[in-house]
């Protein structure tokens, strides 16, 4: 016959080994316990509370590792965009007051020529 196991690494395993156990014991047949018999029932649930606060802080703590990263990557997101839209405020400036060309424009304010075009045609 082979034997099965459960993996107390997953939440089916947690929940099958110690809180559908816990829940099946009331507090008078735990009270009941033989000193022999509680003291392995205080350690499973004591090693279910370490494990259990191991993984909440892991996750808590790789949840709030991407959140920063998430927001610094968002944040520098932005500047570029800010960049890039102002240099097309400049470049619309330059093209209202129509003495350069787009290739002058494009070297002053480091846009490729295309998007010197592009503003151009939104103008």
Do not use: C
Request: proline share 2%; hydrophobic share 35%.
């Amino acid at each position: 016959m082979k034997e099965k196991y459960v993996n107390l690494f997953t939440g089916f395993g947690f929940t099958r080994a110690f809180i559908e156990e816990a829940n099946k014991a009331d507090s008078t047949s735990i009270a009941r316990l033989q000193p022999e018999e509680r003291q392995p029932y205080e350690s499973n649930l004591a090693y279910y509370r370490d494990l259990k606060n191991v993984i909440d802080t892991a996750w808590d703590e790789g949840h709030a590792k991407g959140q920063a990263e998430g927001s610094k990557q968002n944040r520098e997101e932005r500047v570029k965009q800010a960049q890039k839209d102002e240099k097309r405020v400049m470049a619309t400036r330059m093209i209202n007051l129509g003495m350069l060309s787009d290739q002058q424009i494009a070297e002053i304010t480091g846009l490729a020529a295309d998007e010197v075009k592009q503003v151009r045609q939104q103008n």
